[in-house]
Structure formats: structure tokens, C-alpha cells
């Protein structure tokens, strides 16, 4: 069975920083994309990054910069890490992992974490 868990979602003040970690289970991570997305309340959820098994990772123009984002195949895990945070940047964040062929649709989504950013 495949599970794919968030965690590190928080409370921050404008300026501070998090770092969202995933976990994946069930799956050949190394062999599966990975990427961040966020959904505000009224919204779709929205790309934020994403990393292909070959090492290339896209990020979004609104967090370029920012926010970086890595893997560690030999623990199933990918991170999110968020600087410079902006009252904007306060979303569910989910990860989501899928084959390199498939859209973010056909892969495995995690429960999400909450990220607020306010003073």
C-alpha cells in the first residue's frame, strides 16, 4: 500500500521560514517524480515545484529563489524548503509522487499540510 505523509507545516511570521518534508512508502521512490503543490481556500491547487528522477527541478516564478526543493532517495523523502515567507505563500501544501510519465493526476497525494504565514 503506498503512503505518502507531509509534515513540517506551521505557524511563521512574514520573513521566517519552514522546511515541509514527505515520506513515501509502498513505491521505488528513486524512480518516481516528486513535486509540491498548494491550495488556498477558492482556489485550485497550484504547482510549486517539482523534481524529475533525473535530477531536474522546476520551480514556480512566484517562489523562485525562495523556496528549494530536494530529495534523499535513501530515505524516501523529499523537502521543501521555504524562506523569505510571505502572508501569500499561506496554503495546504501537498506532496505528490508519480511515475515520470504520468501528470500529477495519475501519482499519489499526501493529506497536505497547513503553512501559515502571518504576524
Known amino acids: 500500500q503506498v503512503q505518502v505523509v507531509e509534515s513540517g507545516g506551521g505557524l511563521v511570521q512574514p520573513g521566517g521560514s519552514l522546511r515541509l518534508s514527505c515520506v513515501a512508502s509502498g513505491i521505488a521512490f528513486s524512480v518516481h517524480a516528486v513535486g509540491w503543490y498548494r491550495r488556498t481556500p477558492g482556489k485550485q491547487r497550484e504547482l510549486v515545484a517539482t523534481a524529475e528522477i533525473g535530477g531536474v527541478v522546476n520551480v514556480e516564478d512566484s517562489v523562485k529563489g525562495r523556496f528549494t526543493l530536494s530529495r534523499d532517495n535513501a530515505k524516501n523523502t523529499v523537502y521543501l524548503q521555504m524562506n523569505n515567507l510571505k502572508p501569500e505563500d499561506t496554503a495546504v501544501y501537498y506532496c505528490?509522487?508519480?511515475?515520470?510519465?504520468?501528470?500529477?493526476?495519475?501519482?499519489?497525494w499526501g493529506q497536505g499540510t497547513q503553512v501559515t504565514v502571518s504576524s
Open positions: 505528490n509522487v508519480r511515475r515520470p510519465w504520468l501528470s500529477s493526476s495519475g501519482g499519489y
